[in-house]
């Protein structure tokens, strides 16, 4: 079975610190997503990557950056922590092919900024 | 208005009744259409995809989808207490089908 891997399930942080959020898959997909899920608003898109080195903006970016040096590893990085974005914070990851695309999710981390 | 648009309940069914959650969608370029199943506290799981008009069956569970109308629904017959969840409507992006826009959710809760 596919395996994504979250570092944190749960994450304190305080206004204006530098966070870091740490993804891992074993499949060898090329694919890789970071989500933000807030209750009645569903799941975002933040950022997105498609092969190491590569990244693209979601619906969301501002705030976040990202970084994907590794195929297997995708990070998130709050460059300076502010209370909105106390999140729960998903990573997943897919593989390439038209329609078939199904995406694998980590058990994600709940971040909360005081 | 949304881009995917679902009703976000609660729903509560009875046990061993069909249970039929909704989903509309803006882009009329969109292709490809899944269902996630979301257990509380946990992380959204595929249960269901579908690319063309009409109904595809998986055990209990029915996916529908109508271009036309712009409208993609699941059906759960004999719903069970273990089907209750928040299932993600989600839809894939005209000229970028690795990409989703998901819907809030609908939570259902089957009551025994």
């Known amino acids: 079975d596919v395996k994504v891997t979250q570092s944190s399930r749960y994450l304190v942080k305080r206004t204006g610190e530098k966070v870091f959020l740490e993804c891992v898959q074993d499949m060898d997909h090329e694919n890789m997503f970071w989500y933000r899920q807030d209750p009645g608003l569903g799941l975002r898109l933040i950022y997105f990557?498609?092969?190491?080195?590569?990244?693209e903006k979601g619906d969301i970016p501002e705030g976040y950056s990202v970084s994907r040096e590794k195929k297997e590893r995708f990070s998130l990085i709050l460059e300076s922590a502010s209370t909105n974005q106390t999140s729960m914070y998903l990573c997943?990851?897919?593989?390439?092919?038209?329609?078939?695309?199904?995406?694998?999710f980590g058990s994600g981390t709940q971040l909360s900024v005081l | 208005q949304k881009e995917v648009e679902q009703n976000s309940g609660p729903l509560s069914v009875p046990e061993g009744a069909i249970a039929s959650l909704n989903c509309t969608y803006s882009d009329r370029g969109s292709q490809s259409f899944f269902w996630y199943r979301q257990y509380s506290g946990k992380s959204p799981e595929l249960i269901m995809s579908?690319?063309?008009?009409g109904d595809k069956e998986d055990g209990r569970f029915t996916a529908q989808l109508n271009k036309a109308s712009q409208y993609v629904s699941l059906l759960i017959r004999d719903s069970q207490p273990s089907d209750s969840a928040t299932y993600l409507c989600a839809v894939s992006r005209p000229g970028s089908a690795r990409q989703l826009t998901f819907g809030s959710g609908t939570q259902l809760t089957v009551l025994p």
């Open positions: 579908i690319y063309s008009n």
């Open positions: 997943a990851s897919s593989i390439s092919g038209q329609g078939k695309e199904k995406l694998f």
């Open positions: 990557s498609y092969d190491v080195k590569m990244k």
